[in-house]
């Protein structure tokens, strides 16, 4: 999906250019989701250039380009074929140290503008991209994309804001969160706002609490240079979850123009705490060697580039609160895990009883849920009913739908939303500094070791007790 109009000083991008050519992000995320884009036919036009450090060269990004526009050409349009012959006859490569001075500006003005300059670096050589350009030295024009994690830390993340902002305006400034770009995930906002049944429901007064679970079943995957200093909490809650949660919960927007959706977004943000201290509002814990889908997984301190004492955590727990009129005292309970014997990722929003159930029903009086999935793609509602069997015997039912997979991959919906120079699908600079503010006490905490790190076995459900004991502050335990 995308508006056409709405955005400010929309730039239409004629290069996007691509730092990191040669790295994992770039050859399995960002080029899959681009041919596929320009296979569409969405994206005419515009120049791929790719950049990096010694090592590689031409030929091999070149062969790259053309591997994935072929494997897209089944099922593009006439056009987008087309245009995908383009890219693969026209794609350049530069060797380049990003971070030496003068360098980088040199290759963007060399290129046809607006140039959409796409960080596909590890976090620390991106930052240090940005630190050496000089305000002036890039075409004003010019998009910044950067990718997760933005910063570590609140203060980090405000410091790497101010180092952009002196480049380009914020509206060029794209920081990149793929969930966004996913279809279950943005139609959050047509399921909660296009439906009467639902719309007047999320509140506090019909809403028990939301789970947001997002369980791999993969393990480290040789990420460990990246993975073992991030850890669960900052690859996945600090992210994406904490999007998912801010559109399951913010305000309805006037209109779906990047400003009033990053507007209501960052609002609900900036008013989500954690529930209560990191000791009781928080878990955290890592896997040790197991087996999953029949494939040994080696315990997570033992994986090489792993600092077993760091105590990173492949799976945590916390539970938020929103402190607002439509939100107050519901629990948000956000989890994210690797090496998880069943994959689960899904958002489910348990509704309250009613509040007079008729007297003469007998059977289980369960709560409304209603589940979002993420993957498969998929929406359910398990309601009570009676009839079936004994007529007066209460049974569930789910009324469910396998969602259409959208024609675009989750990458391929940010770059559209990059090249047409909308940035309702990133992430906003105060926002970003927001989801750092949330999260900034429980790392604390856990650095201090001031909450356990548990154990659970690689394939398996996670410690003891978490699959139906949610951490829920005592007293909102007990509501
Ligand atoms: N991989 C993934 O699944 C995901 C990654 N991300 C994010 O994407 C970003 C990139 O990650 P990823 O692709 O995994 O990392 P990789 O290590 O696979 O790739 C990094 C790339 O940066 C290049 N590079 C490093 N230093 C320089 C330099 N000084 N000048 C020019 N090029 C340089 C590397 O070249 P060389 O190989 O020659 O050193 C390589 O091409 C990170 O921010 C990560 O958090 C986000 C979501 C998913
Ligand atoms: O950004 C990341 O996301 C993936 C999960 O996203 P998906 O779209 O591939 O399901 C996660 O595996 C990875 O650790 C994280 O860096």
Redesign the pocket.
């Known amino acids: 999906m995308k508006l056409d109009s709405g955005t400010a000083n929309a730039v239409h991008v004629r290069t996007l250019l691509i ?8 050859g ?2 960002l080029l899959p989701g681009l041919a596929r884009l320009i296979a569409s036919g969405r994206a005419p036009g515009i120049t791929l250039a790719g ?6 060269s031409p030929e091999l990004w070149g062969e790259r380009v053309k591997t994935v526009c072929d494997a897209a050409m089944t099922g593009a349009t006439d056009a987008g074929k087309a245009a995908l012959g383009q890219i693969t006859a026209n794609t350049s490569y530069t060797e ?4 030496a001075p003068g360098e980088l500006a040199r290759l963007v003005g060399s290129l046809e503008g607006p140039v959409a300059l796409y960080f ?4 620390a ?2 930052q240090r991209a940005c630190e050496v350009l000089e305000p002036g030295e890039l075409p004003e024009s010019t998009l910044l994309v950067m ?3 933005f910063g570590s830390n609140e203060e980090s993340a405000r410091e790497l804001n101010r180092t952009l902002i002196r480049l380009v305006p914020e509206q060029n400034i794209h920081r990149v969160d ?1 969930f966004l770009g996913k279809g279950t995930v943005f139609n959050i906002l047509g399921l909660r706002f296009a439906n009467r049944l639902l719309e007047p429901l999320f509140t506090a007064e019909h809403v028990a609490k939301i789970e947001i679970f997002y369980d791999e079943e993969l393990a480290l995957e040789g ?1 460990a ?2 993975y073992d200093r991030a850890g669960a909490l900052r690859d996945m809650i600090q992210s994406h979850l904490l999007q998912v949660l801010g559109l399951l919960t913010m305000n309805a927007p006037a209109t779906l123009y990047e400003r009033d959706v990053r507007d209501h977004l960052g609002s609900v943000l900036r008013a989500t705490a954690l529930a209560g201290t990191p000791q009781d509002s928080t878990r955290r814990a890592r896997y040790t060697a197991g087996t999953s889908k029949g494939r040994a997984v080696p315990d997570y301190a033992s994986e090489s580039g792993v600092d077993a004492h760091a105590r990173t955590e492949t799976l945590a727990e916390v539970t938020l609160n929103i402190k607002n009129s439509r939100w107050a005292g519901v629990p948000f309970i956000l989890r994210a895990g690797k090496a998880l014997g069943r994959m689960r990722k899904e958002a489910i929003v348990t509704f309250r009883p009613v509040s007079h159930l008729p007297t003469g029903f007998k059977g289980t009086d369960e709560p409304t849920k209603l589940r979002i999935g993420f993957g498969p793609d998929t929406l359910e509602l398990d309601l009570d009913v009676n009839g079936p069997g004994d007529l007066y015997t209460l049974d569930r039912v789910t009324l469910g739908a396998e969602l259409n997979s959208p024609d675009l991959l989750p990458y391929g919906e940010v770059l559209l939303g990059v090249l047409s120079g909308d940035p309702t699908l990133s992430v906003r600079g105060d926002t970003a500094e927001e989801c750092w503010r949330i999260v900034d006490p429980i790392l604390a905490a856990w650095a201090a070791n001031e909450v356990p790190i548990e154990e659970y076995a690689a394939g398996g459900n996670g410690p003891t007790g978490w699959e139906t004991n949610c951490t829920l502050p005592p007293a909102q335990a007990r509501a």
């Open positions: 730092l990191g050519a040669s790295g994992d992000l770039t399995r995320l950049a990096g450090a010694p090592g590689y380049l140290d990003v971070t596909a670096l590890p976090p050589v991106s990718e997760k994690p793929h990420r240079g990246y």
